[in-house]
């Protein structure tokens, strides 16, 4: 392969203006994701709140005026966290085939900012070798197909439902559980003794087939066990008996299926998410 023209060639930050032409080169980079979906990821990227200063939608490799490369950058605030947290997920990362020369000087652009906290959640196994020869670690190994409702239910735990409209729940997540909800996810907390557990889960299809949930966020993967068999028979009502969490290994207390052909998560900077976040 010859080497590509570099005249020109520059890396900048996306803008509102270079919209249309990243959604038609991230359409050829991944081609079971049409030019509208991308529209629409980024402009949801656009009503998000995110840390002062940050680039609101990534980076691209210009050529000329021409995008030949893009790694989308989501940031958010982890509020709850204490101290908060700032968070990236590198996400949807293409560079055109004969400018891969010059991916490495994107992603290094991309991932400069030594006080966040970056991270892949959903790197294709090809793509682990270098992902982890970018100073990336893995957090979590693979996931894990559960059963919830064959758990033994906590006698006293209710169940809530927290919609976009919903008044505050009182908790450091109240933000994060509207802002899903307002997504599509369902947004639950879990009440018992006095005490308030949230978890969001994500629509998802096993297979692009069988319709379930993924665990998306919980505050540890020990409260989803240990309040198991209530979600999971709240889940089963709603014709989804399946979940899908992270998870490093079968989690006792759990009837499920544990694999790590795909699942693999990695993070680079100064806190690490948990599993289940």
Known sequence: MSSPPVAGLRCRRITEADLPAVAELLSRGFRLRPKP?????????????TPEGVPLYGYLLDN????????LLIYSSATWENPPTVRCNLSSWYVEPKYRTFGSMLI???????????????????????????GFVMYCRGELFALPALTTPVEGAAIRIVTEASQSTGLPENDLLAQHA?????????????????????KYRVKRLLPTYRLIYCRDTAEFVRFAGNLGRFLLKR???????????????????????????????????????
Do not use: M
């Open 37 to 49: 979906y991308w529209l629409r990821g980024l402009r949801r990227q656009a009503d998000r709140p």
């Open 64 to 71: 000329g005026g021409t995008p030949v490369g893009a790694v």
């Open 108 to 134: 290094a652009t991309a991932i400069k900012d030594r006080s966040v906290t970056y991270f892949n959640v959903s790197p294709a196994p090809s793509t682990w070798p270098i992902v982890e020869a970018q």
């Open 182 to 202: 307002r997504f599509g996810c369902l947004s639950l907390v879990v009440e018992h003794r006095g005490e308030s557990h949230p978890f969001i889960f994500q």
């Open 239 to 277: 014709g989804k008996p399946l979940v899908v969490l992270d998870a490093n290994g079968p989690l006792p207390g759990l009837v499920g299926y544990y694999t790590e052909r795909r699942g693999r998560k990695y993070a680079r900077g100064p806190h690490v998410p948990k599993l289940g976040d």
